[in-house]
């Protein structure tokens, strides 16, 4: 199912197939938000925004309106 990291609910996985927009930060990149690998909602925050997420080991807080710039393939639960 496609979706973007905005749309994961908490423990949900999924793995990243592109970005909306090819404005992405560096930072993001460099920390592992690349096409193929897999990404983990772990917190939301208590008003929404930021969102906590694991990618490759490492957690990451952005921004509900970044995390709606990366798509994913949302894993589904009974095949793991």
């Known amino acids: 199912m496609l979706a973007t990291v ?3 609910k ?3 996985r999924g793995i ?6 090819n404005r992405l930060p560096v930072k993001l990149l460099e920390m ?7 990404i983990e909602l772990v917190q939301i925050a208590p008003l929404a925004d930021p969102i906590y ?5 490492s957690h990451i ?3 509900r309106s970044m995390a709606k710039q ?5 894993e589904d ?3 793991i």
């Open 70 to 74: 990366i798509e994913i393939d949302i």
């Open 61 to 63: 807080a952005i921004r």
């Open 10 to 12: 908490f423990g949900q």
């Open 6 to 8: 905005a749309e994961l």
């Open 77 to 79: 639960v009974s095949t």
């Open 32 to 38: 592992g938000c690349l096409p193929g690998n897999s």
């Open 53 to 57: 997420i694991n990618v490759n080991g």
């Open 16 to 21: 990243i197939k592109d970005f909306a927009e």
